[in-house]
């Protein structure tokens, strides 16, 4: 039930219905006997600029931020968290003493999705895609103590800009760019894969992964952040292929505890979040 002292929290997006954030969060609420409710907010871009001001008058205490304002919120905000302010993108907002404060959990959702796997220290990654996914995993990687970062891209230009800003704010030079057709030239020397880009969602979830797995093997650690499907097609070949596989639920849940810890100061359990979204997905 909502009353005057329940508490509310939500996200933000345009459009929002996609969004499996709210029973996740509910769900955690209810175990946890608090009295919060998360709200998702259709939020057209001409109207974003209101956004804050509306959410500090309603008493909102937090927001979470999907597509397309990642990016365009920044300005709109009184603070922003460091890591979020290199990433360039926001997806939490937290309302606290009339401060509207951004973080940015995408990165450390993925890291803690791959340490519960394997360890990251002197491991050579290759990342696929330089989209804004990419960029928030990269930079969270880029402070873990891995060996090499390689950006498979088909544009040469967008994976350099990545690389060059990169390279400029963590004084990390050991990464290189491949053409997304050429992985296949180093998978030999790469450890970890991890997928940032499209190929493969549903509804397209029949075509081919981003990359040829023929040499993907047993040593290799592969994680892909779409989670519907739950077993993408570059995760299923990678099994086949002996290697060990993270699917996109692991990252979806983990920046969502992030964000709801930011929000009430509270960690609810990987259980309490999983259980819903594997119902959701799963029809």
Same mark, same amino acid.
């Given at each position: 039930?909502?009353?005057?002292?329940?508490?509310?929290?939500?996200?933000?997006?345009?459009?929002?219905?996609?969004?499996?954030?709210?029973?996740?969060?509910?769900?955690?609420?209810?175990?946890?006997?608090?009295?919060?409710?998360?709200?998702?907010?259709?939020?057209?871009?001409?109207?974003?600029?209101?956004? @804050?001001?509306?959410? $500090? *008058?309603? /008493?909102?205490?937090?927001?979470?931020?999907? #597509?397309?304002?990642? %990016?365009? =919120?920044?300005?709109?905000?009184?603070?922003?968290?460091?890591?979020?302010?290199?990433?360039?993108?926001?997806?939490?907002?937290?309302?606290?003493?009339?401060?509207?404060?951004?973080?940015?959990?995408?990165?450390?959702?993925?890291?803690?999705?791959?340490?519960?796997?394997?360890?990251?220290?002197?491991?050579?990654?290759?990342?696929?895609?330089?989209?804004?996914?990419?960029?928030?995993?990269?930079?969270?990687?880029?402070?873990?103590?891995?060996?090499?970062?390689?950006?498979?891209?088909?544009?040469?230009?967008?994976?350099?800009?990545?690389?060059?800003?990169?390279?400029?704010?963590?004084?990390?030079?050991?990464?290189?760019? @491949?053409?997304?057709? $050429? *992985?296949? /030239?180093?998978?030999?020397?790469?450890?970890? #894969?991890?997928?940032? %880009?499209? =190929?493969?969602?549903?509804?397209?979830?029949?075509?081919?992964?981003?990359?040829?797995?023929?040499?993907?093997?047993?040593?290799?650690?592969?994680?892909?952040?779409?989670?519907?499907?739950?077993?993408?097609?570059?995760?299923?070949?990678?099994?086949?292929?002996?290697?060990?596989?993270?699917?996109?639920?692991?990252?979806?849940?983990?920046?969502?505890?992030?964000?709801?810890?930011?929000?009430?100061?509270?960690?609810?359990?990987?259980?309490?979040?999983?259980?819903?979204?594997?119902?959701?997905?799963?029809?």
């Amino acid at each position: 039930m909502i009353t005057g002292k329940t508490l509310i929290t939500g996200v933000i997006g345009h459009p929002i219905e996609h969004s499996f954030s709210p029973p996740m969060h509910n769900n955690a609420y209810k175990l946890m006997n608090m009295d919060y409710k998360y709200v998702p907010f259709h939020v057209e871009v001409e109207n974003l600029k209101h956004v @804050i001001t509306s959410a $500090k *008058t309603l /008493n909102i205490k937090g927001l979470n931020v999907t #597509i397309p304002h990642k %990016t365009t =919120i920044i300005p709109y905000l009184d603070e922003i968290d460091e890591t979020a302010e290199k990433i360039g993108a926001v997806n939490t907002i937290n309302f606290k003493d009339g401060i509207a404060k951004g973080y940015n959990t995408d990165g450390i959702g993925a890291i803690v999705s791959i340490e519960k796997y394997t360890s990251l220290k002197d491991k050579n990654i290759m990342i696929i895609g330089a989209g804004g996914a990419s960029k928030a995993i990269t930079f969270t990687l880029l402070n873990k103590n891995i060996n090499q970062l390689i950006v498979a891209n088909r544009s040469k230009d967008n994976a350099q800009k990545l690389i060059t800003n990169l390279k400029n704010q963590t004084n990390f030079e050991n990464i290189d760019f @491949i053409n997304i057709k $050429k *992985t296949d /030239n180093v998978i030999d020397d790469v450890d970890i #894969i991890i997928n940032t %880009t499209p =190929i493969g969602m549903y509804p397209k979830d029949e075509v081919a992964p981003p990359i040829k797995t023929d040499k993907i093997s047993s040593k290799h650690t592969v994680m892909d952040i779409i989670y519907n499907p739950l077993e993408t097609q570059l995760l299923k070949q990678s099994k086949k292929q002996g290697a060990t596989t993270i699917p996109g639920t692991h990252m979806l849940i983990n920046q969502g505890i992030k964000a709801f810890k930011i929000f009430t100061g509270k960690t609810p359990s990987y259980e309490s979040f999983e259980k819903p979204l594997l119902k959701h997905l799963q029809g």
